[in-house]
């Protein structure tokens, strides 16, 4: 906030701009990534209409570190562990591995110390590496999201090889719509991450 006691960053300001922009339709016009060829969707899409801002924002899971199912989690449902961070494959079987790295103390990114954030830097390229190292991937997508919950959790999206449509941001939204991988595959998956990482 300024001294005036002003947003700098304004939810309703923005609404309301969005609100004048809105087409004869009543909503804003597709954005330029629904060209992509990319894009997963195709067809008559519309954009929704934005919902008024909500003060204050309701409350992430694991507000209360006593309610924390990461924290609950045992090292055993983890492909590796070290003495701060665990790697875990996502527990149901998704359309493309999905892996997630958190902390062990309960800490939201802005909650690291410096070193503890130095080191996350490590602890994510040679995650990134270990994934890229197993046949068949393309790429590796790193993303943060904290919207859900308070304890930290950094996703790792691993892309198939020659499956262009799903390059870049595209590649969340597809890995919502495709069918999931056999439990086979994706156990087989996690073990050569494990095995790349050093882990059991």
């Known amino acids: 906030m300024t001294d005036a006691g002003e947003r700098l960053l304004d939810a309703w300001r923005l609404t309301e701009r969005a609100r004048l922009a809105y087409g004869a339709d009543g909503r804003l016009p597709l954005p330029d990534m629904a060209e992509w060829d990319i894009f997963p969707f195709e067809g008559e899409l519309l954009v929704k209409r934005l919902a008024d801002p909500e003060f204050p924002e309701p409350a992430r899971h694991g507000d209360d570190p006593a309610d924390c199912t990461i924290c609950a989690r045992s090292d055993a449902d983890y492909l590796w562990t070290s003495e701060r961070w665990r790697l875990g494959m996502v ?110």
């Open 91 to 200: 527990r149901v079987p998704q359309s493309v591995p999905t892996l997630m790295l958190e902390p062990r103390a309960h800490l939201d990114l802005g909650d690291l110390d410096d070193q503890l954030a130095a080191e996350m830097g490590v602890v994510v390229v040679r995650i990134e590496r270990a994934v890229a190292a197993v046949s068949g991937v393309g790429r590796v997508q790193v993303y943060r999201i904290g919207d859900g919950a308070t304890h930290l959790h950094v996703w790792f999206f691993a892309r198939p090889e020659g499956m262009l449509q799903l390059r870049g941001s595209s590649l969340v939204d597809w890995s919502d719509i495709l069918p999931p991988m056999p439990t086979e595959e994706w156990s087989a998956f996690a073990a050569a991450v494990a095995r790349n990482l050093g882990g059991g």
